[in-house]
């Protein structure tokens, strides 16, 4: 009986196959400090879920970021609208604080964090000469 369920099953699969996909992008402090921070999307087709991360400098785990609002420009005439988002940021379970994005088509403009606790902004500025292994980790460059 269990080869009969067994053959059955591998004739006839069930299961749907989503495609996660990544994107990374690599960003630096903006000022004087060297503070390197990758960001990464994950959109998974099926759920249509997008979730995000965030990793610092050589810091082996990263951030867990959840999607909070988006928002695209259309008011201007431009060809691609401003687009920008919003990724709330979680520590031990609890809101941390929160990291704003801005795109306009394939140009990355700037991410911003904001404490929770004490409300200063971060500024980060994207980092165009680092690349991007297959893994999603950002190679900086010296």
């Excluded at 609002?69 to 990724?87: F, M, R």
């Excluded at 140009?107 to 929770?116: C, E, M």
Aim: charged share 20%; net charge neutral; with cysteine.
């Amino acid at each position: 009986m269990r080869k009969a369920i067994l053959c059955c099953c591998m004739a006839c699969p069930v299961m749907a196959f989503s495609e996660v996909r990544l994107e990374t992008y690599c960003f630096k402090m903006d000022g004087g400090r060297d503070v390197r921070l990758e960001f990464h999307t994950y959109f998974d087709t099926a759920s249509e879920v997008t979730l995000g991360s965030v990793r610092y400098g050589s810091s082996k785990k990263g951030i867990p970021l959840v999607l909070s609002g988006a928002h695209a420009d259309t008011s201007s005439k431009a060809a691609n609208p401003v687009s920008s988002a919003s990724w709330i940021e979680f520590v031990d379970g609890k809101v941390n604080g929160t990291y704003e994005f801005s795109s306009q088509g394939g140009q990355i403009f700037d991410l911003t964090y904001t404490s929770k606790a004490s409300g200063k902004k971060t500024s980060f500025v994207f980092e165009p000469n680092a690349e991007v292994s297959t893994e999603g980790v950002c190679t900086w460059p010296h």
